[in-house]
């Protein structure tokens, strides 16, 4: 009497998924390094990779902080933000997070304190994992702008049309004899 059986694994990786695997090993610049700063362990990080916010987790090997993969179809990319966030002890909660450390902008006071500020263009190849080293400086909030962080700017807006729903009232109707 022989039996064969077999199974069907339902977690193997599809040999035709185009995405490839994106990380980030963070270095922290010594030179502006604040001991408060990264005592604490970040617990994600928040990038904007062509206009598309992520958020991904970071976890530590030897104190070296590494993040979570990202999931991009080959191609050419743009990392305009990188944030490295704590949770303040409230994982479930966003509101009170942390602003621990961050890459400055290109042109920005800071720029020069790191090996490459943002804009960082990369290229995801096909069947190939990209990680990107990224330095991060820690953050102040009396220092955002010298990141190169805008969060107010102000833009023109033009109103074309104006619609009224109401009443008017008009007590003496010769007054406008002849307007619209």
Avoid: W
């Avoid at 193997?12 to 010594?30: C, I, K, P, R, Y």
């Avoid at 409230?90 to 020069?112: C, K, N, R, V, Y």
């Avoid at 069947?127 to 102040?140: A, R, W």
């Amino acid at each position: 009497l022989i039996l064969v059986g077999s199974c069907k694994k339902d977690n193997l990786t599809d040999m035709n998924d185009e995405n490839q695997g994106v990380s980030f090993a963070l270095n922290a610049n010594s030179s502006l390094k604040s001991e408060d700063c990264f005592s604490v362990e970040a617990d994600y990080v928040k990038v904007v990779i062509n206009d598309t916010p992520y958020t991904v987790e970071v976890f530590y090997i030897n104190g070296q902080p590494f993040t979570n993969t990202i999931k991009l179809a080959a191609g050419e990319y743009v990392l305009s933000e990188f944030l490295l966030m704590g949770d303040n002890n409230t994982p479930d909660d966003q509101s009170d997070d942390i602003l621990i450390a961050a890459t400055p902008h290109e042109g920005s006071e800071f720029a020069q304190y790191v090996d490459q500020a943002l804009n960082i263009t990369f290229t995801v190849e096909a069947f190939k994992k990209t990680e990107l080293g990224i330095s991060v400086l820690c953050y102040q909030e009396s220092n955002f702008d010298q990141f190169g962080f805008v969060y107010y700017s102000i833009g023109q807006v033009v109103v074309r049309e104006q619609f009224f729903f109401g009443d008017i009232c008009i007590c003496l109707l010769d007054d406008y004899v002849g307007s619209l």
